[in-house]
């Protein structure tokens, strides 16, 4: 009954939560319900949904008593007085209005709001005023429940989605208030009188059969209530699992199903996403509801994760860019969650907006025991600028990488660690070729050496390099050290002899290809920051269709670009960064490095780009460009350049067909210096290698 409600005597939408926290409880506690509101739509009915399925249930009938939207020539028949020709005009106007509302509410909302009008659990009146052009603008409501007890509210609150993020308020009165019972029988006569077209000022006018005729054919199925409870029950298609999934995959999901929390470490092209989104289903399932966030690092990715949240029948939508292209969608969404208008949302954020202020305001109003934040490509939630992106708030976490951890970042990899968890379930690049989920590859170290000049150039930032080792490192020194190591590591990822001996290269694969008497095609260039231009020069030289593919290509060229990539009309493609992290391009077959990389986080991932799997494609084939010291280089420059460039080699050489053959390529440089070893390190073992130590 209402009484047992604990009502405020003033709700305020910058505190309250006014459709959750007063009309939702209110609907559910009465049986007669009047409402005249200036300005009414129908996403008010997905948002009150909750509370008019108890309201039909206890039997209980709406009225309503609203301005209907007159064009300019209707008012001409409300001046001259002519019933009949006002009529006509409001007739006119609702038929206008009901294809409007067919295309704004989803199916069930809208069958829902047929019968609801078919069966008169709902009615609506409509007030104009009888002698001046206007809106009828007041915005009263009253409920009556089964024992006479009233509640009447008074304010500024519309029946809209858009009241719902206005700044609003109501003042609520209590019929067992004694000191209210003024405001009660004065709200109450004036909402009856207005109902019963007891008022000078409005006319009112019941809506036209023929209208109320047209609003009932939009029922498009089964009254979606019973009519001997009379509860209402909406109906919405349901998230759903759209596949099989591979014994370790669903392994993996059974893992993070246990705590709901952790990070999956797999390699690239295993499938990560549908394990993902097969837990979330799986949450949902045993929560009722879920609110899923997902981070991503670029736009292109969060455009491939949309499409698959799609086909789990997730309720879908992505934040990116603009704050104002974005917001108003997400808070509506936000508000029809919390009003359990949907029982499931996944909104897919870039980690740059996913970072910013104005977004976890939002996505903090979900509720946390609802809320599930998953991190994609999650090493990169570790760097500073974007772990604000990790939601404290969330109960359920769940991290994705075939790399999860910071390369040379220990404060990074903690909080990753600290905020997901531990990692729960591995599934290895050698594991995935041997079970047949990946290609299996060859690889082709290519030897080159630096120039006089370049060599010059390493070692005096080297030298410079030094002191920095031997310092107490605080922030300044950190930065001054970052600089000088990435200047460094350019010498030797934009070696000259790298562009000499690309174009023999190029024509052997030519060669190659004319011998197999088949058109070469399908190949990847990743080459370093700022090169690209010049690669993609030599390279359309050659003769081969090729194109760019950059972080500044709109999302739709991107796409239209890698469907002609894999339908042959584009042979090579040129890329720097932006291939790292979640573009599926699977029709590639080569795939050369000419960007020499220590951080296994972008070559790991690079090679799992050309390793999926592709009708057609029987193995993959990589041509890295490797470093190595000249006969005239320096003992330790030597072993500097090898410890850069090892890493790289021992990961790709040990996971390839041709392994031993790849070998014996680097096996003299190694053996000269006395470092054989390196064959078998790979990256994380020179990383804690090198830890705490001086970089030669």
Request: charged letters at 30%.
């Amino acid at each position: 009954m209402l009484k047992d409600l604990n009502l405020k005597h003033v709700y305020d939408s910058t505190v309250d939560d006014i459709m959750k926290d007063l009309v939702i409880p209110l609907l559910e506690n009465s049986t007669i319900y009047y409402r005249g509101v200036g300005y009414f739509t129908s996403g008010w009915l997905k948002l009150s949904s909750e509370g008019l399925a108890s309201f039909v249930e206890n039997g209980g009938r709406a009225n309503y008593i609203v301005s209907p939207i007159l064009k300019k020539e209707d008012w001409e028949a409300i001046k001259l007085g002519n019933e009949a020709l006002i009529n006509e005009a409001l007739k006119k106007s609702l038929l206008e209005s009901i294809k409007d509302l067919a295309d704004s509410l989803r199916n069930n909302t809208l069958n829902t709001l047929a019968w609801m009008i078919a069966d008169k659990v709902v009615e609506f009146r409509f007030a104009i005023p009888r002698n001046i052009i206007g809106d009828y603008h007041d915005k009263v409501a009253m409920f009556e429940d089964n024992e006479g007890n009233i509640v009447i509210f008074h304010g500024s609150f519309n029946d809209s989605m858009k009241a719902m993020l206005n700044g609003e308020a109501v003042s609520v009165f209590k019929s067992w208030d004694s000191s209210q019972s003024d405001y009660i029988s004065i709200h109450r006569k004036r909402l009856l009188n207005l109902w019963n077209g007891k008022n000078n000022q409005l006319l009112i006018l019941k809506m036209p059969a023929v209208v109320r005729d047209e609003l009932v054919k939009l029922r498009s199925s089964d009254r979606p209530y019973h009519l001997d409870s009379r509860r209402l029950i909406v109906m919405k298609p349901k998230p759903k699992c759209i596949k099989d999934l591979r014994d370790y995959q669903e392994e993996a999901a059974k893992r993070w199903l246990k705590t709901g929390k952790g990070i999956l470490e797999m390699a690239t092209g295993t499938g990560k996403t549908i394990i993902a989104l097969t837990a979330a289903v799986k949450k949902w399932e045993e929560l009722g509801r879920l609110a899923i966030n997902i981070t991503v690092p670029s736009i292109h990715l969060m455009d491939q994760w949309e499409i698959v949240c799609k086909r789990f029948r997730f309720e879908t939508m992505k934040c990116s860019g603009n704050v104002g292209s974005w917001s108003s969608k997400m808070k509506k969404k936000i508000i029809e969650f919390r009003h359990k208008v949907i029982d499931n949302l996944c909104i897919i954020t870039v980690v740059n907006t996913a970072s910013k202020e104005k977004f976890l305001s939002l996505i903090n109003k979900l509720p946390k025991e609802e809320k599930l934040f998953i991190g994609d490509e999650v090493h990169i939630l570790g760097a500073a600028e974007f772990q604000k992106a990790m939601l404290n708030n969330a109960d359920f976490r769940l991290g994705l990488s075939a790399t999860p951890w910071r390369w040379f970042d220990e404060k990074g990899t903690e909080i990753i660690n600290d905020y997901f968890g531990k990692v729960i379930f591995e599934y290895s690049l050698d594991k995935a070729i041997k079970n047949g989920y990946l290609a299996k590859y060859l690889y082709f170290p290519i030897t080159v050496t630096l120039t006089e000049e370049e060599e010059r150039e390493y070692e005096e930032l080297t030298n410079r390099l030094g002191p920095f080792f031997n310092t107490i490192e605080n922030e300044e020194i950190a930065e001054k050290k970052k600089k000088l190591l990435i200047k460094r590591a350019r010498i030797i990822s934009n070696a000259l002899q790298k562009k000499k001996k690309l174009i023999p290269l190029i024509n052997e694969l030519k060669e190659n290809a004319y011998k197999e008497s088949k058109e070469i095609e399908h190949i990847l260039f990743y080459c370093p920051s700022g090169k690209h231009r010049e690669i993609l020069k030599i390279v359309a030289q050659s003769g081969l269709k090729t194109h760019e593919f950059v972080h500044n290509i709109a999302s739709s060229e991107r796409n239209e670009i890698l469907k002609r990539f894999s339908d042959g009309d584009i042979q090579a493609l040129i890329a720097i960064k932006c291939l790292d992290e979640g573009v599926d391009v699977p029709a590639t077959e080569t795939a050369v490095f000419l960007a020499s990389t220590t951080n296994p986080r972008e070559f790991i991932q690079r090679r799992g780009r050309i390793l999926r799997l592709y009708q057609g494609k029987e193995h993959a084939y990589i041509y890295d460009f490797i470093v190595v010291p000249s006969s005239e280089t320096k003992d330790s420059m030597a072993l500097s350049l090898l410890r850069h460039e090892m890493p790289r080699f021992a990961e790709f050489s040990n996971s390839a067909i041709n392994k031993f053959d790849a070998r014996k390529k680097l096996r003299p440089f190694l053996d000269k210096y006395g470092v054989l070893h390196f064959l078998d390190m790979k990256p994380w073992d020179i990383y804690h290698e090198m830890k705490g130590k001086e970089r030669e």
